[in-house]
């Protein structure tokens, strides 16, 4: 008979309770950082008169502000949590709701609990959280009121076992085991089984699409998931397919991080979505968008997608293909004021030259023009 090991605590019971669900389940597909932050979410809730904060949180467990946000979306699109917003959209409370309902996307469809909601009240210094939107990923973003992907499907075990049959399937489950390193849990195998069977990613694909992530040390097999809608979507077919996309999006990548100037990070999902609406929607030329970065830098000083995009978007809207078509705008601009009058013979700027004058003044009505077309205050 195997030795019998009893676990017991020493410590008193002042506990905080985590699901067994949110532990199969959820645990090890998040992030480490954004477990701690739904235990610390956890613990909060047996506070007696303890103001809760997003900036509170962030110092406690050493985050940025920003990471508690993320943080805090990732859980409400998997349906752990709630984020309650005023009029203003600031947010309000955290509606912490039971895992066990969470849908049988994530756990099995036997679950059947009855409801828990636990509201954490936020202070009045709470920053504000964006209002929710449709989930941004790496390489396979959904720009706002796009489209909703489709969602995975949840196969029985008769379906699974069916499916089994198929050598390749067989093969392609081993495989994926291999290269994430543990046994596959249900949600992994009705997400592999999802991009063969509803995608109709082949094998081969498949297996290199988990490669892929892999080295690019995107373990989860949610992002995984986002990859493979987005092979699907650009009609990937084979291994080849797959990496010419892969060196194309490579290729645009880095042009717009040297024209940013961006070095010692990758970019991030937010950031790669711009990109994507860039090449995929406008079709627009890697030197036409590494000159809108370059312009965006000299302008705001910073790196900023937002203000990047209002400039292609509008190069955009007059069917901007190359350098010579900006000139072409660039050369109208300057040779109207902004109001519409002639540009005054100073240069625009309305400057008198003195002898204090000992360099040429900055022609800034291209700027104006520009920043009141992108309506930037």
Request: net charge negative; charged share 25%.
């Amino acid at each position: 008979m195997a030795d019998e090991i009893t676990l017991h605590t020493g410590f008193s019971r002042s506990v905080t309770i985590v699901s067994n669900t949110f532990i199969d389940y959820f645990m090890a597909e998040a992030n480490g950082e954004y477990v701690k932050i739904y235990l610390y979410l956890l613990r909060s809730l047996n506070k007696d008169n303890t103001e809760f904060s997003i900036s509170a949180m962030a110092e406690k467990l050493g985050h940025t502000q920003l990471d508690i946000q993320r943080a805090l979306r990732y859980f409400e699109e998997r349906h752990l949590l709630c984020l309650e917003y005023d009029s203003a959209h600031t947010l309000r409370g955290i509606c912490l709701l039971d895992p066990d309902r969470a849908g049988n996307y994530y756990a099995p469809a036997t679950l059947s609990v009855t409801p828990q909601r636990f509201t954490i009240p936020m202070t009045a210094s709470t920053l504000p959280i964006p209002a929710p939107m449709a989930p941004i990923q790496t390489g396979m973003a959904v720009q706002p009121g796009a489209e909703r992907e489709p969602e995975p499907k949840t196969y029985s075990p008769e379906e699974i076992a069916a499916l089994n049959e198929n050598e390749d399937v067989r093969e392609l489950l081993f495989i994926a085991e291999q290269y994430m390193q543990h046994p596959l849990t249900v949600n992994d195998t009705n997400m592999l089984l999802f991009w063969y069977d509803e995608l109709h990613l082949s094998a081969d694909v498949v297996e290199y699409l988990i490669e892929f992530c892999v080295e690019k040390g995107h373990n989860s097999i949610h992002y995984m998931n986002k990859v493979a809608l987005s092979w699907a979507g650009d009609g990937v077919e084979t291994i080849e397919d797959a990496r010419t996309r892969n060196n194309i999006y490579s290729q645009s990548y880095y042009a717009v991080m040297k024209a940013f100037g961006i070095s010692g990070r990758s970019l991030i999902p937010e950031e790669q979505s711009y990109i994507e609406k860039w090449t995929k929607k406008y079709h627009l030329s890697l030197e036409v968008i590494s000159e809108a970065c370059r312009r965006t830098v000299a302008n705001t000083g910073q790196v900023n997608f937002k203000y990047a995009d209002k400039i292609l978007s509008s190069w955009f809207e007059n069917s901007v293909d190359s350098l010579t078509d900006v000139e072409k705008i660039d050369k109208a601009h300057n040779d109207v004021a902004p109001r519409g009058k002639k540009k005054p013979k100073d240069g625009g700027n309305g400057a008198v030259k003195t002898k204090f004058h000992n360099f040429e003044d900055r022609d800034n009505n291209y700027d104006n023009l520009e920043l009141k077309l992108l309506d930037i205050k």
